[in-house]
C-alpha cells in the first residue's frame, strides 16, 4: 500500500490516530491445465512504542548533568586515608540503557517477512531463558554470600572472646570503641557489592588513626594492638573461560548470538534447569528416605493372599518378601497365594502386626443384638396346621377365616403353603400357616414347624392316622413346639374320635382326657362346629408361652413361599418374626438382596409397614429366594450386595466341590451304566418346585435315575427350550405356562412340553416314561430236559438227535441249551420233532423222540438239553 495519502496537504489540524499496521497484498497461484487463482495476503507489522522520554530512535533524552564541583572537593579529603579499590561495575539492573539499534524496514516480500516473525519470536525466546538463567545465578550468589557473612561473623566472634581474654580491661575497652566507630566510617560504600567487602576493612586502621590527629584531640591512649580479622571474599561460580570448548553450553547459532557484539557464553536451556532441579529433588528425597524410621503397620490378611498384594499392603519390597519365603523354604513368585499362617510369619518378620480376617466376616453383626427386656412387648401366636391330605386342614382354616381357599384348589388338594391372620371376636390377632398334606411336600411341612409357635395336628375322624399325620408329629417334636389335636369331620357318621385318641398313644401323643398334657378338641369344618373352642385353646396355650417380641429394631423374618410374578417380579411371602418391616427397608434373604418396594396383605391391600408375626408379600427382590430362608434388614445397599455376593458363591462353592474318591467308587462307577432320564422344570412357586425335584429324584433306581438340568420359577422362557433341546429332555410346567417366544421354539425344536397342576399326575407319567426307557425284563421258564442218546445225519448238512425226555415235556419250537459237561456249548431252537417217523408237536418225559436243533450241527453223544420259554414283563418303577 502506499502513503500517498498522508503526503498530501489538509487543512487544519490532522486528525489524530495510529499507522495501520496491517499491510494487505494480492497473490496469483498459477495451477496446471492453465487455472489461476488470486489470494488476498495480509501481512501485520509489529508495532514499537517507545518509553517515555525517549526519541523517536529510541535513545534516551538528554538529563542534565550534576554539577561536579562537590565530586572534585571531596577527593583531596580522603587522600590520607588508604586508597580504595575501583568500585565493581553495577549490577545488571543498574546498568544504563543502551540505545536501542535502528530497525531496519522490513522487506516487501512475503518471504522475508516470514522469516523476521521467526526471528523475533526466537529472540524473545532466548531473552525470557536468558532472564531465568540471570535470575537463577543472582539466587545462587546470594544464598553463597549469606553463608560466608555468617561463617565469618561466627569467626569474628570467636577470635574477639580470645583476644579479650589475654588483654586487660582497659584496651579492651578502647578496642570496643574502636570496633563500634569503624562500621560509621565507609557510609558511601554500604551500597558496595559483596565483592569489594575486603578492602574498605583494611583501611579501617588507619582511618581511625588519622581522626583524632585531624580535630585537635588528645593523643589516643595505648593499647595492645589487634589483629583485623581479615574476612574471606565470596567465591563466585566459575564461568567457562574465552575459547573453551563448551560444546554443552553452545547451543545453536542464532541472528542475535551472531549480531551482538558480546562473546558471552549461551545460558543454560531450560530442559538444564529441568534436569538439574530434577536431580537435586532426587538426591533430596533419597536422603530423606534413608534417614526416615520404619513405619510400623496393621495388615489385613484374608484367609489367602498371593504375595504381591501382601507386600502391598505391608509397604514392601515383593521381592524382599519372595527372598524371604525362599529362606523358609517356601519357593514361590509373587502372584502365588498363600495362607495365613505363612502370611503371619512374613509379616512379623518385617515388623508389622498382622490383622486376621476370614470371608465369612461380613455376616458378622447380620444377627443383630439381642433384644432387652424392657422393650419387649407380646406378639400374635404363629400357628401351624399340618395332618394328613385330605383330613380338611384347608377347609378347617376357611371355617376359621370365613373365606373359600378349597374352591380354588388344583384337585382340591393344598399345594402351596400359606399365611393368613385372622382376628377373633374379642380382638386378638392369630397367624394361620397352611401347610400341604402330600407325601411329596414334607419339606414343607418341616419348614412350617421350625417357624411356628404351635402346632395344630388335624386328624380325620373316619379315617384315623396315616402316614403324614405321624411324619407331622415327627416335625412337631423336632422342632419342640406344643401341639394342640383338632379331630375333624366329626359329623360323620363313622366318625370315632376315641380310636383317633388312642392310636395317638402309640406315638407317646396323650392327650387331657388320658391324663396327659396335650390339648384334644373335636370340630367339624363343614358344619363349622367346635371352631370358638378350639381359638379359645390356641389362646390359652399362647398366653402360656408369654410370646414378646421388639417392634422398635430392624426387621428380621423367614420365607415361606416364593414365586416369580409376571408382572410383579419376584414375590416373598415372608413372616416377620422381630422388629417392623418398613417400604424402603434394604434386605438380604438368602443370596438375594433387594428393597422393599412394597408390602401387601394376606387380604391383597398394600400397607406402609408390617410388625412381628405379621405375613407379608414383600417386592422389590433382586431374585426368587429359597423358601426357608431368613429375611435380615440391612443399614445399606452396598452392605447388603457384599453378604449377597458372598452367600452366593459359597452355594456355587458347595454345588460345584468335587467329592473325594477312591479306587472302589471310582471302578464301581465307570462298571456301572446307569441310564439317565433328564428333565427340565418349572413351576409357580419355589415351594413346588422344591417338592417335585425331591420327589423326582426318590423315584430313581439302580438302573435310571432322574437328572434335574434346570429347575426354576416362573414362566418356561425361550432359554429353558434351548436347553431342553441340546439334551432332548422333556419340558414339565407346573401351573405355568410358556411365554409367547418360548411357544413357537418349542414347536420349531419338537420339544415335549407337559403342563401339570396335581403333583400325583406328574409324577406318576415321569415314573412310566422312566420305565419305559428300560429294557422289558425277561422271565426264563424251565419247561423240560433230555439226554442225547444218538447222533443221526439228517440230510446234507444237518444233524439230528436221538433224545430221551428226562424231565417235563419237549415242544417244536422251545428255546433250548445244549450243554456238555454241564457248560453251556450253544444257545438254540427246537426245528423239528419226529417221533417213529412222524411229525409231532410234544413229547413228554420218559419218552424218546428224534429233534432237529437250529443253526447247530456240535452234537454228542451224553450231551444235555434243557428247553426253556422266556415271558418278556414290561418294567415298572
Request: with cysteine; charged share 30%; net charge neutral.
Given at each position: 500500500?502506499?502513503?500517498?495519502?498522508?503526503?498530501?496537504?489538509?487543512?487544519?489540524?490532522?486528525?489524530?490516530?495510529?499507522k495501520?499496521?496491517?499491510?494487505?497484498?494480492?497473490?496469483?497461484?498459477?495451477?496446471?491445465?492453465?487455472?489461476?487463482?488470486?489470494?488476498?495476503?495480509?501481512?501485520?507489522?509489529r508495532?514499537?512504542?517507545?518509553?517515555?522520554?525517549?526519541?523517536?530512535?529510541?535513545?534516551?533524552?538528554?538529563?542534565?548533568q550534576a554539577?561536579?564541583?562537590?565530586?572534585?572537593?571531596?577527593?583531596?579529603?580522603?587522600?590520607?586515608?588508604?586508597?580504595?579499590p575501583?568500585?565493581?561495575?553495577?549490577?545488571?539492573?543498574?546498568?544504563?540503557?543502551?540505545?536501542?539499534p535502528?530497525?531496519?524496514s522490513?522487506?516487501?516480500?512475503?518471504?522475508?517477512?516470514?522469516?523476521?516473525?521467526?526471528?523475533?519470536?526466537?529472540?524473545?525466546?532466548?531473552?525470557?531463558?536468558?532472564?531465568?538463567?540471570?535470575?537463577?545465578?543472582?539466587?545462587?550468589?546470594?544464598?553463597?554470600a549469606?553463608?560466608?557473612?555468617?561463617?565469618?561473623r561466627?569467626?569474628?566472634?570467636?577470635?574477639?572472646?580470645?583476644?579479650?581474654g589475654?588483654?586487660?580491661?582497659?584496651p579492651?575497652?578502647?578496642?570496643?570503641e574502636?570496633?563500634?566507630e569503624?562500621?560509621?566510617?565507609?557510609?558511601?560504600?554500604?551500597a558496595?557489592?559483596?565483592?569489594?567487602?575486603?578492602?574498605p576493612?583494611?583501611?579501617?586502621p588507619?582511618?581511625?588513626?588519622a581522626?583524632?590527629?585531624?580535630?585537635?584531640?588528645?593523643?589516643?591512649?595505648?593499647?595492645?594492638?589487634?589483629?583485623?580479622?581479615?574476612?574471606?571474599?565470596?567465591?563466585?561460580?566459575?564461568?567457562?573461560?574465552?575459547?573453551?570448548?563448551?560444546?554443552?553450553?553452545?547451543?545453536?547459532?542464532?541472528?542475535?548470538?551472531?549480531?551482538?557484539?558480546?562473546?558471552?557464553?549461551?545460558?543454560?536451556?531450560?530442559?538444564?534447569?529441568?534436569?538439574?532441579?530434577?536431580?537435586?529433588?532426587?538426591?533430596?528425597?533419597?536422603?530423606?528416605?534413608?534417614?526416615?524410621?520404619?513405619?510400623?503397620?496393621?495388615?489385613?490378611?484374608?484367609?489367602?493372599?498371593?504375595?504381591?498384594?501382601?507386600?502391598?499392603?505391608?509397604?514392601?519390597?515383593?521381592?524382599?518378601?519372595?527372598?524371604?519365603?525362599?529362606?523358609?523354604?517356601?519357593?514361590?513368585?509373587?502372584?502365588?497365594?498363600?495362607?495365613?499362617?505363612?502370611?503371619?510369619?512374613?509379616?512379623?518378620?518385617?515388623?508389622?502386626?498382622?490383622?486376621?480376617?476370614?470371608?465369612?466376616?461380613?455376616?458378622?453383626?447380620?444377627?443383630?443384638?439381642?433384644?432387652?427386656?424392657?422393650?419387649?412387648?407380646?406378639r400374635?401366636?404363629?400357628?401351624?396346621?399340618?395332618?394328613?391330605?385330605?383330613?380338611?386342614?384347608?377347609?378347617?382354616?376357611?371355617?376359621?377365616?370365613?373365606?373359600?381357599?378349597?374352591?380354588?384348589?388344583?384337585?382340591?388338594?393344598?399345594?402351596?403353603?400359606?399365611?393368613?391372620?385372622?382376628?377373633?371376636?374379642?380382638?386378638?390377632?392369630?397367624?394361620?400357616?397352611?401347610?400341604?398334606?402330600?407325601?411329596?411336600?414334607?419339606?414343607?411341612?418341616?419348614?412350617?414347624?421350625?417357624?411356628?409357635?404351635?402346632?395344630?395336628?388335624?386328624?380325620?375322624?373316619?379315617?384315623?392316622?396315616?402316614?403324614?399325620?405321624?411324619?407331622?408329629?415327627?416335625?412337631?417334636?423336632?422342632?419342640?413346639?406344643?401341639?394342640?389335636?383338632?379331630?375333624?369331620?366329626?359329623d360323620?357318621?363313622?366318625?370315632?374320635?376315641?380310636?383317633?385318641?388312642?392310636?395317638?398313644?402309640?406315638?407317646?401323643?396323650?392327650?387331657?382326657?388320658?391324663?396327659?398334657?396335650?390339648?384334644?378338641?373335636?370340630?367339624?369344618?363343614?358344619?363349622?362346629?367346635?371352631?370358638?373352642?378350639?381359638?379359645?385353646?390356641?389362646?390359652?396355650?399362647?398366653?402360656?408361652?408369654?410370646l414378646?417380641?421388639?417392634?422398635?429394631?430392624?426387621?428380621?423374618?423367614?420365607?415361606?413361599?416364593?414365586?416369580?410374578?409376571?408382572?410383579?417380579?419376584?414375590?416373598?411371602?415372608?413372616?416377620?418374626r422381630?422388629?417392623?418391616?418398613?417400604?424402603?427397608?434394604?434386605?438380604?434373604?438368602?443370596?438375594?438382596?433387594?428393597?422393599?418396594?412394597?408390602?401387601?396383605n394376606d387380604?391383597?391391600?398394600?400397607?406402609?409397614?408390617?410388625?412381628p408375626?405379621?405375613?407379608?408379600?414383600?417386592?422389590?427382590?433382586?431374585?426368587?429366594p429359597?423358601?426357608?430362608?431368613q429375611?435380615?434388614?440391612?443399614?445399606?445397599e452396598?452392605?447388603?450386595?457384599?453378604?449377597a455376593?458372598?452367600?452366593?458363591?459359597?452355594?456355587t462353592?458347595?454345588?460345584?466341590?468335587?467329592?473325594?474318591?477312591?479306587?472302589?467308587?471310582?471302578?464301581?462307577?465307570?462298571?456301572?451304566?446307569?441310564?439317565?432320564?433328564?428333565?427340565?422344570?418349572?413351576?409357580?412357586?419355589?415351594g413346588?418346585?422344591?417338592?417335585?425335584?425331591s420327589?423326582?429324584?426318590?423315584?430313581?433306581?439302580?438302573?435310571?435315575?432322574?437328572?434335574?438340568?434346570s429347575?426354576?420359577?416362573?414362566?418356561?422362557?425361550?432359554?429353558?427350550?434351548?436347553?431342553?433341546a441340546?439334551?432332548?429332555?422333556?419340558?414339565i410346567?407346573?401351573?405355568?405356562r410358556?411365554?409367547?417366544?418360548?411357544?413357537?421354539?418349542?414347536?420349531?425344536?419338537?420339544?415335549?412340553?407337559?403342563?401339570?397342576?396335581?403333583?400325583?399326575?406328574?409324577?406318576?407319567?415321569?415314573?412310566?416314561?422312566?420305565?419305559?426307557?428300560?429294557?422289558?425284563?425277561?422271565?426264563?421258564?424251565?419247561?423240560?430236559?433230555?439226554?442225547?442218546?444218538?447222533?443221526?445225519?439228517?440230510?446234507?448238512?444237518?444233524?439230528?438227535?436221538?433224545?430221551?425226555?428226562?424231565?417235563?415235556?419237549?415242544?417244536?419250537?422251545?428255546?433250548?441249551?445244549?450243554?456238555?459237561?454241564?457248560?453251556?456249548?450253544?444257545?438254540?431252537?427246537?426245528?423239528?420233532?419226529?417221533?417213529?417217523?412222524?411229525d409231532?408237536?410234544?413229547?413228554?418225559?420218559?419218552?424218546?423222540?428224534?429233534?432237529?436243533?437250529?443253526?447247530?450241527?456240535?452234537?454228542?453223544?451224553?450231551?444235555?438239553?434243557?428247553l426253556?420259554?422266556?415271558?418278556?414283563?414290561?418294567?415298572?418303577?
Amino acid at each position: 500500500m502506499s502513503d500517498s495519502k498522508e503526503d498530501k496537504p489538509v487543512l487544519g489540524r490532522k486528525p489524530l490516530g495510529i499507522k495501520r499496521t496491517v499491510e494487505s497484498g494480492q497473490v496469483q497461484q498459477q495451477f496446471s491445465h492453465g487455472r489461476k487463482n488470486t489470494v488476498v495476503v495480509e501481512v501485520k507489522r509489529r508495532r514499537v512504542l517507545g518509553k517515555p522520554g525517549e526519541t523517536a530512535g529510541g535513545a534516551p533524552a538528554a538529563a542534565p548533568q550534576a554539577d561536579p564541583v562537590p565530586v572534585a572537593a571531596a577527593a583531596p579529603a580522603a587522600a590520607p586515608v588508604a586508597p580504595r579499590p575501583a568500585a565493581p561495575p553495577p549490577p545488571p539492573q543498574q546498568r544504563a540503557p543502551q540505545p536501542a539499534p535502528t530497525r531496519q524496514s522490513p522487506p516487501q516480500s512475503l518471504m522475508s517477512r516470514q522469516e523476521l516473525q521467526v526471528k523475533l519470536l526466537r529472540e524473545a525466546e532466548e531473552a525470557r531463558m536468558n532472564a531465568l538463567e540471570d535470575a537463577r545465578r543472582r539466587e545462587d550468589a546470594a544464598r553463597l554470600a549469606a553463608i560466608e557473612d555468617e561463617k565469618r561473623r561466627a569467626e569474628e566472634n570467636r577470635l574477639a572472646a580470645e583476644n579479650a581474654g589475654k588483654t586487660e580491661a582497659e584496651p579492651a575497652v578502647v578496642v570496643e570503641e574502636a570496633k563500634a566507630e569503624a562500621p560509621a566510617a565507609p557510609q558511601p560504600q554500604a551500597a558496595a557489592p559483596q565483592g569489594a567487602a575486603a578492602a574498605p576493612v583494611q583501611a579501617e586502621p588507619a582511618q581511625e588513626e588519622a581522626r583524632p590527629a585531624a580535630a585537635g584531640a588528645p593523643p589516643p591512649r595505648r593499647f595492645t594492638p589487634v589483629t583485623p580479622v581479615k574476612r574471606p571474599e565470596p567465591t563466585k561460580p566459575e564461568r567457562a573461560k574465552k575459547g573453551e570448548d563448551n560444546r554443552r553450553q553452545a547451543g545453536k547459532l542464532t541472528v542475535t548470538k551472531a549480531l551482538a557484539d558480546d562473546d558471552s557464553a549461551r545460558a543454560r536451556s531450560l530442559a538444564a534447569l529441568k534436569r538439574a532441579r530434577e536431580k537435586e529433588r532426587r538426591a533430596h528425597y533419597a536422603g530423606g528416605a534413608r534417614q526416615r524410621e520404619k513405619q510400623s503397620r496393621d495388615v489385613v490378611v484374608p484367609e489367602s493372599i498371593t504375595v504381591q498384594e501382601l507386600a502391598n499392603r505391608m509397604a514392601e519390597k515383593g521381592a524382599d518378601l519372595v527372598k524371604s519365603l525362599f529362606k523358609m523354604g517356601q519357593a514361590v513368585t509373587l502372584n502365588q497365594s498363600i495362607d495365613q499362617d505363612m502370611a503371619e510369619l512374613l509379616v512379623e518378620e518385617f515388623g508389622h502386626r498382622i490383622q486376621r480376617v476370614s470371608e465369612a466376616d461380613v455376616e458378622i453383626g447380620i444377627e443383630g443384638e439381642a433384644d432387652a427386656v424392657e422393650s419387649l412387648l407380646p406378639r400374635a401366636p404363629v400357628v401351624t396346621i399340618m395332618g394328613h391330605v385330605d383330613h380338611g386342614k384347608t377347609s378347617l382354616l376357611d371355617a376359621l377365616r370365613g373365606t373359600d381357599v378349597v374352591a380354588g384348589e388344583s384337585g382340591g388338594i393344598t399345594q402351596h403353603i400359606g399365611a393368613y391372620q385372622v382376628k377373633t371376636k374379642g380382638g386378638d390377632l392369630i397367624t394361620f400357616l397352611d401347610t400341604p398334606g402330600h407325601e411329596a411336600f414334607s419339606e414343607m411341612r418341616a419348614r412350617g414347624a421350625n417357624v411356628t409357635d404351635i402346632v395344630i395336628l388335624v386328624v380325620a375322624a373316619d379315617d384315623g392316622l396315616m402316614p403324614q399325620t405321624i411324619e407331622a408329629i415327627n416335625h412337631t417334636k423336632a422342632a419342640g413346639v406344643p401341639m394342640i389335636v383338632a379331630i375333624n369331620k366329626c359329623d360323620k357318621p363313622d366318625a370315632n374320635p376315641q380310636k383317633v385318641r388312642e392310636r395317638l398313644l402309640e406315638h407317646e401323643i396323650v392327650v387331657e382326657d388320658m391324663g396327659g398334657d396335650v390339648q384334644d378338641v373335636q370340630v367339624s369344618a363343614l358344619k363349622k362346629t367346635g371352631l370358638d373352642e378350639l381359638i379359645e385353646k390356641i389362646l390359652l396355650q399362647a398366653e402360656v408361652m408369654e410370646l414378646t417380641a421388639n417392634p422398635d429394631r430392624a426387621a428380621e423374618g423367614n420365607v415361606i413361599e416364593a414365586q416369580l410374578d409376571k408382572g410383579r417380579g419376584a414375590v416373598a411371602t415372608v413372616l416377620v418374626r422381630k422388629g417392623t418391616l418398613k417400604v424402603g427397608d434394604t434386605f438380604v434373604i438368602g443370596a438375594e438382596s433387594g428393597k422393599v418396594r412394597a408390602l401387601v396383605n394376606d387380604k391383597g391391600q398394600q400397607v406402609k409397614s408390617a410388625g412381628p408375626s405379621t405375613p407379608v408379600e414383600v417386592l422389590g427382590l433382586s431374585g426368587v429366594p429359597m423358601a426357608g430362608d431368613q429375611m435380615t434388614v440391612v443399614e445399606n445397599e452396598a452392605r447388603a450386595r457384599e453378604v449377597a455376593a458372598y452367600r452366593q458363591e459359597q452355594i456355587t462353592r458347595k454345588r460345584t466341590a468335587s467329592v473325594p474318591t477312591n479306587f472302589e467308587n471310582m471302578f464301581s462307577a465307570l462298571s456301572t451304566k446307569v441310564i439317565e432320564y433328564p428333565v427340565v422344570i418349572r413351576g409357580d412357586v419355589q415351594g413346588s418346585v422344591e417338592a417335585i425335584v425331591s420327589a423326582l429324584n426318590r423315584i430313581s433306581t439302580d438302573e435310571i435315575k432322574v437328572r434335574i438340568l434346570s429347575s426354576g420359577v416362573g414362566a418356561i422362557t425361550e432359554s429353558d427350550v434351548t436347553l431342553a433341546a441340546a439334551s432332548r429332555a422333556p419340558l414339565i410346567g407346573f401351573n405355568v405356562r410358556p411365554n409367547a417366544k418360548a411357544r413357537p421354539l418349542a414347536v420349531r425344536e419338537k420339544i415335549s412340553l407337559r403342563y401339570y397342576d396335581v403333583i400325583y399326575d406328574l409324577l406318576e407319567e415321569v415314573r412310566n416314561e422312566m420305565a419305559g426307557q428300560l429294557a422289558p425284563e425277561r422271565i426264563e421258564t424251565i419247561v423240560g430236559r433230555a439226554e442225547v442218546l444218538q447222533v443221526f445225519p439228517a440230510g446234507k448238512k444237518d444233524k439230528a438227535a436221538g433224545l430221551l425226555v428226562l424231565e417235563g415235556v419237549i415242544r417244536k419250537g422251545l428255546n433250548a441249551r445244549l450243554t456238555r459237561s454241564d457248560v453251556i456249548v450253544s444257545k438254540t431252537v427246537i426245528h423239528s420233532l419226529r417221533r417213529f417217523k412222524d411229525d409231532v408237536s410234544e413229547v413228554r418225559a420218559g419218552m424218546e423222540c428224534g429233534a432237529v436243533l437250529q443253526d447247530t450241527n456240535d452234537i454228542k453223544a451224553g450231551d444235555t438239553l434243557e428247553l426253556f420259554e422266556v415271558e418278556e414283563r414290561v418294567r415298572t418303577l
